[in-house]
């Protein structure tokens, strides 16, 4: 395996990941949905999560594994070269991990054991999630812009804290 390091626009050098070769790559679901990875001659991987790599703007290439324990396997510099069911499980958690539900208000909101527990309407939906506490998983992307990631790693948009209403305000400031 080749290493792939990356520098940034602004000089900030990222550390180099193993480059994975689509030949002796292959993903497959398990009964239960989780997706799994076997790299031929090396090892297999129980569960396995799959990201965008940088540049993000290369949304055709790039993209990371990380095992169960979020350590990095290693980068995929084409998914185009990958045999075809590898190909749809990569354009299928892509899809499901990149799905941003829009909150349009917030229903309820609990803290408990370091917990907080969301119960939302989306522009998809009611959802309801869960949060570890603190402001880890709360991205604050402009003066009014939210990004929250559940533990399941999903993530909800809020584009500006200002359109939600008063209750769904006051729910908010309670974890920011």
């Known amino acids: 395996m080749t290493e792939i390091g990356v520098t940034t626009k602004n000089g900030q050098h990222l550390p180099a990941l193993p480059r994975l070769d689509p030949a002796r790559l292959r993903l497959f679901r398990t009964g239960d949905h989780r997706v799994r990875a076997t790299v ?14 940088f540049p993000f703007g290369d949304r055709h290439r790039y ?7 979020q350590k990095e396997i290693g980068l995929i510099v084409d998914p185009a070269e990958l045999d075809h069911q590898s190909r749809q499980i990569i354009a299928e958690e892509l899809r499901r991990r990149y799905l941003l539900p829009t909150i349009i ?19 998809r939906g009611r959802a309801e999630f869960t949060m570890t506490g603190g402001q880890d998983n709360i991205a604050e992307l402009s003066a009014t812009r939210l990004v929250l990631t559940d533990i399941e790693g999903n993530r909800y948009e809020i584009p500006d804290m200002r359109r939600l209403d008063a209750a769904s305000q006051a729910l908010l400031d309670q974890v920011l």
């Open 40 to 53: 031929e001659g090396d090892r297999s991987y129980l569960r396995v999560s799959i990201s965008r790599a």
């Open 105 to 123: 208000r917030i229903i309820s909101l609990k803290r408990e054991f370091g917990m907080s527990l969301w119960e939302v309407e989306t522009d």
């Open 63 to 69: 993209v990371g594994l990380r095992d169960g324990a």
